[in-house]
């Protein structure tokens, strides 16, 4: 496996860190107090063509190949966690589309989607199903030419501003995937706020005889356990891992900053042993997670059947590398730690986040256990 980037690689990536300085990172903090990010930024996304970039060029995409695609991840997440979720969830459910949607589907919202005219949801989790798919209430029963949805979904990310929703529902055939337009009468969005990713304006989604076409399932009725769900979260994971990433070099720019100029003692505190205890994990775990991704990239680049697991393997450790960083650098940075004057608390909370969204630690170490990838 080569893990040099190529020159085009290299060169992408300053691109995105050009754009996260510029943009992004000087606003994360304001983004995260107002509970938003503003719509002017969105624009900037669909206009630098970072939404739905990994969607090909046959329908209009720019066919992003997935390293670049995880460089360009890691380094928006670096700036603001709340902005790479919306790269996440949009790329989810496009990607999932245009995989399994049907020829009318795809006729009528491929287009939008892939350039970002529209925002797309993934509308999967319930109050009382998460990971467990096999609980979803919401309900989807046949009428004619029609499907009628009913249920209620939750913690959907950028639920508030989304166009389609990919809503997951039990059919009398088994779960099922439909593309439900925000304007369908009888869907009502509820915002919602959490601790961590605060600006990815999350909203619980009420769908009352929610009535779409046919044509609007997104793969073989009763198969999205096997279709639609496998390719949106297999994505979203790897999106994910690379926002951890992200996260954990936020935490190690901070810390080295802080810690340079922090003087306790009579020295700088990065002088101190237990302080350079804590940068050198962070510097070692990070670069190692960045690895991870790396092989998790290469490998989905070569269409390996290994790179399912390699991601899965990707995401657990990234996650829980952002977290451990996190809570390093809120020690390092001490009682400023707890303070909006710096970006640690907030890189907290949202690495708390990545510990659960797409498959949460615990159901990451099942999968890895109970189907391990081969030996490299």
């Known amino acids: 496996m080569q893990v040099e980037l190529s020159h085009e690689q290299k060169e992408a990536r300053y691109r995105f860190r050009e754009f996260v300085e510029k943009r992004i990172s000087p606003f994360a903090g304001q983004w995260d107090k107002e509970g938003r990010i503003p719509f002017c930024i969105i624009r900037e996304l669909k206009e630098q063509g970072y939404l739905a970039a990994p969607a090909p060029k046959t ?11 995880g460089l360009l991840t890691e380094e928006i997440a670096r700036g603001c966690s709340s902005v790479r979720s919306l790269l996440t969830v949009h790329d989810m459910v496009t990607l999932s589309i245009l995989r399994w949607g049907s020829n009318a589907l795809k006729e009528e919202y491929a287009a939008s989607l892939v350039k970002g005219a529209l925002i797309a949801a993934l509308a999967l989790s319930e109050p009382s199903a998460g990971s467990d798919t096999a609980n979803i209430e919401t309900k989807a029963c046949a009428d004619g030419n029609r499907w009628i949805l009913t249920g209620k979904k939750s913690w959907i990310t950028f639920g508030q501003i989304a166009d389609l929703f990919l809503v997951i529902a039990h059919s009398g ?3 099922s995937a439909f593309a439900v337009p925000a304007s369908t009468p009888g869907l009502t969005k509820h915002a919602i706020s959490v601790a961590g990713t605060r600006a990815s304006l999350l909203a619980n989604i009420h769908l009352d005889e929610c009535r779409v076409p046919a044509s609007y399932a997104v793969g073989k009725i009763g198969f999205a356990a096997v279709q639609a769900v496998p390719t949106a979260l297999d994505h979203g994971r ?12 936020a935490c190690l720019d901070a810390s080295l900053d802080y810690s340079s100029k922090r003087t306790q003692f009579g020295a700088p505190i990065a002088k101190h042993q237990l302080i350079q205890r804590k940068l050198s994990d962070m510097i070692v775990n990070t670069r190692a997670a960045r690895l991870l991704c790396y092989r998790a990239g290469y490998l989905r680049q070569s269409n390996s059947p290994e790179a399912l ?25 001490g009682a400023n730690g707890f303070t909006d004057e710096y970006p640690v608390m907030r ?16 159901i990451q170490q099942i999968a890895i256990a109970t189907c391990p990838p081969k030996e490299v």
């Not at 899965?312 to 451990?324: E, H, L």
């Not at 890189?347 to 615990?362: F, H, N, P, Y």
Request: net charge neutral; charged share 20%.
């Open 173 to 175: 055939k088994g779960l």
């Open 59 to 69: 329908v209009g995409g720019i066919g992003m190949e997935p390293i670049t695609y």
């Open 309 to 333: 697991g390699e991601t899965m393997i990707a995401k657990y450790f990234a996650s829980k590398t952002a977290t451990k960083a996190a809570n390093d650098a809120v020690q390092v940075h």
């Open 238 to 249: 790897y999106s994910v891992a690379w926002g951890c990433v992200g996260i954990a070099q």
């Open 347 to 362: 890189l907290l909370r949202d690495a708390k986040v990545m510990e659960v969204i797409e498959g949460s630690t615990q």
